[in-house]
């Protein structure tokens, strides 16, 4: 007879999937935008005003991943002095404000150029909610996860993060099916952000009920015990300055990050585009193949982290790093080459195999770098940064190359940030070893 599953085990189970199931609202949110964008581009931007036409330009520039940046500042710090729980319920509480903003938004025709200004203003929202909820959500998830399967259950979070990409895709399919491209760029544009929002409340349910980790409430229990005046440094002072005492840590998730990121939104979000100008698919078999891949990636993330669990960290990061720097030239050129759709699909799904050696303990990693009292602002802020530099421009760098008849260019930039990433995993210790989150 089996012995019952105890409590707290169960408690912590049902926190990790509610905390995962509002990462993949948040993400599903935040990709739907890039998704829909071409329907709704002409109700917020027409081309008859310049001004709605350089706000068009900074909400496509600066919003997205500018903003993140900003958001893993605010509620990294937030979610070390006031809890991981209280930052993720205030992250999809303005995800789900932002969705809400651009589903009821009218257009340039009914309001003039306060239209494209809500939309940015939409935008800044989300910008700021999917920076703090990297770092947050990395956080909840390693430190919720007990030692033995720390690296299987943060392996959700880019679980989510892709499983919020697939279902954006999705509905983008759906609506596609069942109406007209009038109707889409009509109306059926707002459905995908209706039900964002919707999803968004029902996460933040979900988020209610979840607990706070054991590692947050052990440091507030000292941090009372040390100052119980509150007489301290401002929280945003005190926590920049640990941060700071942490250079090495802060370098290493530059590091580990550069040619993970690049490599991530290169064989994900720029790959459907590459199908279409470089490989000469149409648009409707580069959607349907990137489905498919997403799909099989999502399998690559639990795997990946359980392996990491028996094995240790470092040696998946190395599979990344070795395999992208000896693999990305290769694959891009036979890409670029094939009209085989299966050849295609099985191409990327062998990238996006390595890929996940980083994607798969991209959080864990990171989280088990720092300590408990500046582990989401340590964790979230270098990432958002070095996304926004890199992950965030690979595409405009891609297409640059090839309109330059340069493209190869992008392809030994990105090798080369992969191999800049194999050094740091080379030099780097076993994250596992510092002791930062024994239970």
């Known amino acids: 007879m089996s012995s019952p599953v105890p409590h707290q085990t169960v408690s912590r189970l049902r926190s990790i999937v509610s905390g995962s199931i509002g990462n993949l609202v948040e993400w ?58 209280a930052a993720l319920l205030l992250s999809v509480q303005l995800m789900a404000g932002g969705s809400l903003l651009i589903a009821a938004t009218p257009g340039y025709a009914t309001i003039g150029v306060a239209a494209p200004a809500l939309l940015l203003l939409a935008r800044l929202i989300q910008g700021i909610s999917v920076g703090g909820e990297y770092g947050t959500s990395a956080t909840y998830l390693s430190e919720m996860a007990g030692a033995r399967h720390r690296g299987f259950w943060s392996s959700f979070q880019y679980l989510t993060l892709m499983g919020g990409q ?24 707002r459905i995908p952000f209706v039900i964002g929002a919707v999803a968004a409340i029902g996460a933040l349910y979900l988020r209610t009920h979840m607990g706070e980790t054991a590692a947050f409430e052990e440091q507030q229990r000292v941090r009372v015990s040390d100052d119980p005046e509150g007489e301290g440094p401002a929280p945003s002072q005190g926590q920049m300055r640990q941060l700071l005492q942490h250079p090495r840590a802060v370098l290493t998730v530059v590091g580990l990050t550069l040619g993970g990121t690049l490599a991530f939104y290169t064989f994900t979000t720029y790959a459907q585009k590459f199908l279409v100008n470089t490989s000469g698919f149409s648009k409707e078999q580069a959607t349907l193949i990137s489905f498919v891949v997403m799909a099989v990636a999502l399998l690559f993330q639990p795997l990946m982290g359980a392996i990491s669990d028996k094995v240790g960290r470092r ?45 798969s303990i991209s959080a864990v990693v990171k989280a088990e770098l720092f300590p408990t009292s500046i582990r989401a602002l340590g964790v979230g802020l270098p990432f958002a940064l070095t996304v926004a530099i890199f992950g965030g421009t690979a595409e405009y760098v891609a297409l640059f190359a090839k309109n330059q008849g340069v493209e190869e260019w992008f392809y030994w930039y990105v090798t080369a940030c992969a191999f800049l990433s194999l050094l740091v995993y080379w030099r780097m210790g076993e994250p596992r070893a510092s002791g930062l989150m024994d239970d």
Do not use: C, E
Not at 183 to 189: F, T
Not at 338 to 343: I, S
């Open 166 to 189: 697939l279902l954006a895709l999705t509905v983008q399919l759906g609506l596609q099916r069942s109406l007209s491209p009038d109707q889409l760029g009509d109306w059926g544009w």
């Open 315 to 359: 040696p998946v990061l190395l599979l990344f790093g070795i395999g992208a720097t000896l693999g990305t030239v290769p694959v891009l050129r036979l890409l670029a080459s094939t009209t085989d759709a299966g050849l295609a699909a099985g191409l990327l799904v062998v990238a996006l195999f390595v890929v996940s050696g980083y994607t």
């Open 28 to 85: 599903y949110d935040w990709y739907a935008y890039s998704a829909f964008a071409l329907y709704f581009a002409p109700v917020f931007f027409p081309k008859g005003s310049s001004t709605a036409q350089l706000l068009n330009t900074a909400a496509i520039f600066a919003v997205g991943f500018l903003m993140r940046p900003l958001g893993a500042w605010l509620l990294g710090i937030y979610a070390d002095r006031h809890g991981r729980r």
